[in-house]
């Protein structure tokens, strides 16, 4: 049996091993701290990019094909673990959305189904909005609980036989000749048949470990956890870069924030405040809500906002599927597809040519 090493044990990883063991391949999913804790974790659970129709074009295979089939992986993973993910059909409302025009035209390229709501039927949709003249709503866009999903996610595949290493970081490569013949780590040098790099934010300098350069870089996020009663807000709320996500039991998040620091995730004291505030705007009462959680998470930032998914140009038993940016969650299934038929040989469930490694270099 073929195996499979996976470095990087976020959302992307953890959801390539299980179509990897799927396909019969025996899988190991190593990481630099414990399993499914980085930006997988960190992130809202929006199961859509931000404004879709602002996305390059290379997001919306992976995203509607994401979004297709995430209800039948949630149910299948509460099954396996005993764990409920949580996916949620709560819809994604934009209220006086500044470019609906461009919304609607991306809805009917795509063949989204996207509402036009007056000031009366935004306020009947969420009444605990703050007034608005109108807005749209696209109410095929769900979310999960991701950190949920991730902990279902880890024992569906540890009873599959997957196995995991750890607060195992690699720190380098071993080759040979057009090949990764071992991973060295913190722990001593592991063998390589087959290598998948999902390493999210980190996997930049990763990756120039074995001689290939791609602009992926860590870009913090922040995130406010306020508590409400269940239901009083019921979709997720978008404005401009804020949003709102309402969990079922009346759990809110409010994010996000876009933040160049390096590798840094503490978050600072003031951005609670400022969460807070932007919340607020959308939401009146949520100003007095009680804080629950406030966090960071580190995105794999790239580019042009397209992720890398694809064989590394010199290695011939290596490939990559990194750079996902705010939208990991989002494309991972679809990534995870995507780079089983590059190990495997199999055919690709869409064109891969977008996301090539090859194109950093133009």
Known sequence: MAHVSIVGGGIIGLLAARELRAAGLDVTVLDRGPIGREASWAGSGILSPLHPWRQPQAIHPLSLWSQEVY????????????VDPEWLPSGLLLPDCPDADAARAWAARWRVPLDTLDAAALRAAEPALAPHGGGILLPQVAQIRNPRLLRALRLSLAHAGVAFEEHCEVLGFARRGARVVGLDTRHGRRPVDLLLVAGGA?????????GLELPIAPVRGQI??????????????LAQDHYLVPRRDGLVLAGSTVEHVGFDKTPPPAGAGALRAAAA??????????????????????????????RHPQLDNVVVSAGHFRSGLTLAPASAALACALLTGRP????????????AAG
């Open 71 to 82: 209800p039948q992986l949630a149910a299948a993973l509460a099954a396996e673990s005993g």
């Open 202 to 210: 980190w996997s930049g300098e990763l990756l120039r470990a074995c």
């Open 224 to 237: 406010l956890a306020l508590q409400t009663p269940p239901g009083r807000v019921r979709h997720v709320v």
């Open 281 to 310: 705007r959308l939401v009146p009462e949520l100003a007095d809500a009680p804080q629950v959680a406030h966090w960071a998470g580190l995105r794999p930032g790239s580019a042009d906002g397209v992720p890398f998914i694809g």
């Open 348 to 359: 690709a469930p869409f064109d891969p040519a977008p996301y090539r490694l090859e194109r």
